[in-house]
């Protein structure tokens, strides 16, 4: 076995360890019982703060 072969062998298992990791958070993503969290993280940015007015930024 030389260094051709470990090198292709090492590629392969990398790149099915990556397709596997992508198929897991394609399917987290998509699932339909994720849409209402996912909603509201991306709601979050637009979120009204003006309750907190004074507070030093970081400090609850």
Same mark, same amino acid.
């Given at each position: 076995?030389? /260094?051709? @072969?470990? %090198? =292709?062998? $090492?590629?392969?298992? %990398?790149?099915?360890? =990556? ?8 399917? /987290? %993503?998509?699932? +339909? !019982?994720?849409?209402?969290?996912? @909603?509201?993280? $991306?709601?979050? +940015?637009? %979120? @009204? @703060? $003006?309750?907190?007015?004074?507070? +030093?930024? !970081?400090? $609850?």
């Amino acid at each position: 076995m030389g /260094y051709q @072969d470990v %090198a =292709f062998w $090492s590629q392969m298992i %990398a790149m099915t360890i =990556f397709a596997i990791v992508m198929g897991g958070v394609l399917v /987290y %993503a998509l699932r +339909p !019982g994720n849409k209402a969290r996912f @909603d509201a993280a $991306s709601r979050v +940015p637009l %979120a @009204d @703060d $003006s309750d907190k007015m004074g507070e +030093p930024h !970081g400090r $609850s």
